[in-house]
C-alpha cells in the first residue's frame, strides 16, 4: 500500500466512525478532514464530492463483507445452514452494509434520496438469485417452489431477523451469534429439498458456493477500486 492509498483509508476510517455517530446528514468534508488529520483539499484529491466519498466507503465496507463470509465458509462450505449463517454473521460485521439492507435513514440521510432503487438492491439478498438458479438447476435445493418465492423468503427473513432486536423487548432477544445460526438453520431447513447430500453433492454445492462468493468478492472488489480512483482491474 502506497502512502496516497494509506491516506485514503485513514480519510476513510474518519468517515466511517464519524457516519457511524452522526449519519451521512450530519458529517461534513470539514469533519472528516479534521479527524483524519489532513486538510480539506486534500479529501478533494480523491473524491471529487462527499457523495462520492461515501460511495467509496460504502464500496469497502461491502467488499469486506464478502472477503469476510469467504473466511468464514472456507473451511465447511457444504451446508445450506453454513452460507446463510455465514452471510447473516458478516453483515452484523459490516455496519455500513447493514445500514444500506435496512434502508436505515440515520445512517443514510440524504444519500439513500441519490441512489437508485436498483443500486440500493445490491445489498439486498435477491443478489443471492444466480446462485440459487444453480442450486436448483443441480437439484440441491427445493423445486417444488419458485425462484421468486425463495428469494422472498431469505429477504424476509433477513429483514426480519435484523429489525427485531429493535422491536422487541430486551428479555425477547438473543445474542447476535446465535440469532445468525438460527437464521442460517431456519433458511436452509425451508430450501431443503428433502434428502441429504451424498458426496457428489456435497462437492456439487461446495463447488457452487465456492464459484459464486469467489465472482461476488472479485465484482465487488473492481467497483471499490474505480470508487477508489483505480480504473484497471489489475491494480
Given at each position: 500500500m502506497d502512502d496516497r492509498e494509506a491516506r485514503a483509508h485513514r480519510i476513510l476510517d474518519a468517515a466511517a466512525e464519524l457516519i457511524g455517530q452522526l449519519g451521512y446528514d450530519k458529517t461534513t468534508v470539514d469533519d472528516i478532514a479534521t479527524a483524519a488529520g489532513v486538510a480539506k483539499g486534500t479529501i478533494y484529491l480523491h473524491w471529487r464530492s462527499r457523495a462520492e466519498l461515501f460511495e467509496a466507503l460504502?464500496?469497502?465496507?461491502?467488499?469486506?463483507?464478502?472477503?469476510?463470509?469467504?473466511?468464514?465458509?472456507?473451511?465447511?462450505?457444504?451446508?445450506?445452514?453454513?452460507?446463510?449463517?455465514?452471510?447473516?454473521?458478516?453483515?452484523?460485521?459490516?455496519p455500513l452494509s447493514k445500514a444500506v439492507y435496512l434502508r436505515?435513514?440515520?445512517?443514510?440521510?440524504?444519500?439513500?434520496?441519490?441512489?437508485?432503487?436498483?443500486?440500493?438492491?445490491?445489498?439486498?439478498?435477491?443478489?443471492?438469485?444466480?446462485?440459487?438458479?444453480?442450486?436448483?438447476?443441480?437439484?440441491?435445493?427445493?423445486?417444488?417452489?419458485?425462484?421468486?418465492?425463495?428469494?422472498?423468503?431469505?429477504?424476509?427473513?433477513?429483514?426480519?431477523?435484523?429489525?427485531?432486536?429493535?422491536l422487541?423487548?430486551?428479555?425477547?432477544?438473543?445474542p447476535e451469534p446465535v440469532a445468525s445460526e438460527l437464521l442460517g438453520e431456519s433458511i436452509a431447513r425451508v430450501l431443503d429439498r428433502g434428502t441429504p447430500f451424498d458426496e457428489t453433492d456435497r462437492a456439487a454445492f461446495r463447488a457452487a458456493t465456492i464459484?459464486?462468493?469467489?465472482?461476488?468478492?472479485?465484482?465487488?472488489?473492481?467497483?471499490?477500486?474505480?470508487?477508489?480512483?483505480?480504473?484497471?482491474?489489475?491494480?
Open positions: 460504502l464500496r469497502r465496507d461491502r467488499m469486506g463483507m464478502f472477503q469476510d463470509i469467504d473466511e468464514r465458509i472456507a473451511d465447511a462450505p457444504d451446508t445450506l445452514a453454513t452460507v446463510f449463517t455465514g452471510f447473516a454473521h458478516s453483515l452484523h460485521a459490516c436505515d435513514l440515520r445512517v443514510l440521510g440524504k444519500f439513500v434520496h441519490n441512489r437508485a432503487p436498483e443500486q440500493l438492491a445490491e445489498a439486498m439478498p435477491y443478489t443471492f438469485a444466480g446462485y440459487l438458479e444453480r442450486l436448483r438447476a443441480e437439484q440441491l435445493i427445493r423445486t417444488d417452489i419458485s425462484l421468486a418465492a425463495q428469494v422472498q423468503l431469505i429477504a424476509a427473513a433477513f429483514l426480519g431477523a435484523l429489525h427485531a432486536p429493535t422487541l423487548p430486551a428479555e425477547f432477544t438473543v464459484a459464486y462468493f469467489q465472482k461476488s468478492t472479485a465484482l465487488e472488489r473492481r467497483k471499490y477500486l474505480r470508487a477508489m480512483g483505480h480504473t484497471k482491474e489489475s491494480e
